[in-house]
């Protein structure tokens, strides 16, 4: 029987299987940034940011942080668990960059005296606005307990990333995160790939990330070829 599609977003597709406990997730090409108003396509970054998902996942579950990842079934293609995604967003600034910079007046390139957490209300419609804690409960998007543990856990993902992406000679910039709900746990969801994070060379402080895109930087597909390299050791 054909799975049905549940949702197409910019980056993926998901379907449902024929286990009520699991989703398949399938990732496109598609680029897109400026809320959609730029759109192109990154040849192969659906399978590169499959990958790096998938190992980034793995390397987050040794450390104790509960996701939604189960397992790949081809290139483009992961098994996941069932979400009830939490319309909150968060994101991790080490150093200032892209809205931040501008936002704060600060050159791009500055390292942050600590790590920044910002929150988001995921909603298209409104362009995920920036918002407060004080919104979210008043919104109810999260429960009081939920936010504690989505911020704990984005918190100690960026020690984890942060500390090993510098083994790989790459700077972990800032990134997204997306958190949801499984059998009643709040667990990570979504991606973490070129995509969704800033990364930068440690060394020549070169852009490995979808900024090569949104700034026509040029060579956007070597930069996440590169990430998967570094990572995994596979040449695409």
């Known amino acids: 029987m054909e ?26 090409d598609d680029a897109t940034a400026f809320d959609g108003t730029k759109r192109g396509t990154i040849i192969n970054k659906g399978i590169i940011n499959n990958k790096v998902s998938a190992f980034f996942f793995n390397l987050l579950a040794e450390h104790g942080i509960p996701h939604h990842f189960v397992k790949l079934i081809s290139d483009r293609e992961m098994i996941v668990k069932t979400l009830k995604i939490l319309q909150v967003e ?32 995921k909603n298209d419609e409104l362009h995920d606005p920036l918002i407060n804690e004080y919104h979210i409960q008043a919104m109810g998007l999260a429960t009081p307990e939920q936010l504690s543990e ?3 856990y984005a918190l100690k993902i960026n020690d984890i990333l942060s500390a090993y992406l510098k083994t790989k000679n790459v700077e972990l910039i800032d990134f997204k995160l997306e958190f949801g709900v499984h059998k009643g746990q709040v667990i990570l969801g979504d991606e973490i790939s070129p995509d969704t994070c800033r990364l930068w060379d440690s060394e020549t402080k070169q852009k490995l990330d979808k900024d090569r ?19 995994t050791g596979e040449v695409m």
């Open 90 to 121: 968060v994101v991790v600034r080490n150093v200032a960059a892209g809205s931040l910079a501008k936002r704060i007046g600060w050159e791009e390139g500055t390292k942050m005296p600590m790590p920044v957490l910002e929150l988001y209300y």
């Open 213 to 231: 895109f949104r700034r026509d930087l040029g060579n956007v597909e070597d930069a996440y070829r590169e990430v998967l390299k570094r990572l």
């Open 150 to 152: 989505i911020k704990a």
């Open 3 to 28: 799975e049905k599609q549940l949702y197409e977003g910019k980056a993926k597709k998901v379907f449902a299987t024929a286990n009520p406990d699991e989703y398949r997730v399938y990732f496109k």
